[in-house]
């Protein structure tokens, strides 16, 4: 299985924070709650592209 690699932006402030690996069968664009230093708080971060 190969994997690809995808950045991760703060939904609040749109700032690519965070950069992960996720499997190429994946479908669903990713969610994670996060820590985001620009808002100083942790929020919803999802995969761009």
């Given at each position: 299985?190969?994997?690809?690699?995808?950045?991760?932006?703060?939904?609040?402030?749109?700032?690519?924070?965070?950069?992960?690996?996720?499997?190429?069968?994946?479908?669903?664009?990713?969610?994670?709650?996060?820590y985001?230093?620009?808002?100083?708080?942790?929020?919803?971060?999802?995969?761009?592209f």
């Amino acid at each position: 299985m190969s994997q690809r690699k995808v950045a991760l932006s703060c939904d609040i402030c749109g700032k690519r924070n965070y950069i992960t690996k996720v499997q190429d069968t994946h479908s669903k664009r990713l969610e994670i709650k996060k820590y985001c230093k620009n808002c100083n708080k942790s929020t919803i971060h999802k995969e761009t592209f």
